[in-house]
């Protein structure tokens, strides 16, 4: 039985992912650092903002401490917002997604290696934000994805409005990467991958591929519960 939708947010529903490689690479180029889209794509895309400078610490590209990463992440998040506010887009067919799943009553979520700032801006922008009872961004947990935690604490937080509580098995998670559809298994939800940034086959561990929301309808999700 399908209770509930989390999605994940840059790549399934705003395609703002080169956003976030530009206002990396924006606040990186005084350490004379930049990473290669190729890159980014391939190693860094399913991280929050801390595990990303955090790999490029630990691969020896980056010299600093804690309290400099911090730093750096906020810098970055102020670049983003800056970006996303003229360059953001919603990708193709959300909207009439999220109108059907709300006319059929089914709670959403995101569940975003983001900072929650930045999902508010870009919803407020694109007049999205009241489709969504939770938003578990990338400040909020202690691991990101691929790492359940996200995906599990989304559902926390949709059952306090719940009265009959929602099982992981009666949610199906929408992911555009390898890193968030492993998340989605490992919480022992539905996964649905997304081919907005990868191809098919580095999705292979979705129960169902697709490439546009406008291929998936309610039959859909409720048969992927069934």
Known sequence: MLRAVIFDFDGVITDSEILHLRAFNQVLAK????IATEDYYKDYLGFNDLDCFKMLV???RLRLDEEQI??????KNEIFKGLAKTEATIIEGVHDFLDMLRQN?????????AVLEEIELILQQAN???HFEVIVSGEQVKKGKPSPEGFLLALHRLNKNSEEPILPSQCVVIE???WGLEAGNAAGMHTVGITNTYEVGQLGMAEKNIGRLSELGISDLQELCA
């Open 70 to 75: 911090q730093k750096l992440i906020q810098q």
């Open 58 to 60: 630990d691969t020896g």
């Open 128 to 130: 999205l934000g009241a």
């Open 176 to 178: 555009d990467s390898h």
């Open 31 to 34: 350490h004379d650092i930049e």
């Open 105 to 113: 009553e089914i709670p959403m979520a995101i569940c975003s290696g």
